[in-house]
C-alpha cells in the first residue's frame, strides 16, 4: 500500500471512532436523565474509576500504552460528564 492510502484507511477508522464518540455522548444523555429521576449527581468517582480500570487493563491485553489509553477516556468521561451536565440546565455546551 501506498502513504496516501494508509493515510486514507487511518481518516476512515478516524470516522468511526468520531462516530462512536458521537454515539456515547447520545448514552450520556440518556444516562442524565435517568440520573436526573433518581437525584444522583453527574460525577461518580466510583464509576470514573472502574471504567478507568476496565479500558486500561483492555489496553494491555491488546498491547496498547494504557497510560494514553487512560488519558483518551479521561478526556471520553470528561465530554460525557459535560453532556450530562448540559441536560440537567449546568452546563457550558451550546
Known amino acids: 500500500m501506498s ?3 494508509l493515510r486514507k484507511e487511518v481518516e476512515e477508522i478516524d470516522d468511526g471512532i468520531i462516530d462512536l464518540i458521537r454515539q456515547r455522548q447520545q448514552v450520556a444523555i440518556r444516562i442524565a436523565h435517568a440520573k436526573y429521576e ?22 494491555v491485553e491488546h498491547r496498547i500504552d494504557p497510560v494514553s489509553t ?6 471520553l468521561i470528561d465530554m460525557s460528564e459535560e453532556r450530562q451536565r ?9
Do not use: T, W, Y
Open 3 to 5: 502513504l496516501d492510502e
Open 38 to 59: 433518581v437525584n444522583l449527581p453527574v460525577h461518580d468517582e466510583v464509576q470514573k474509576k472502574q471504567v478507568i480500570e476496565r479500558v486500561m487493563d483492555s489496553a
Open 86 to 94: 448540559e441536560c440537567m440546565g449546568e452546563g457550558n455546551l451550546p
Open 70 to 75: 487512560r488519558r483518551i477516556f479521561e478526556c
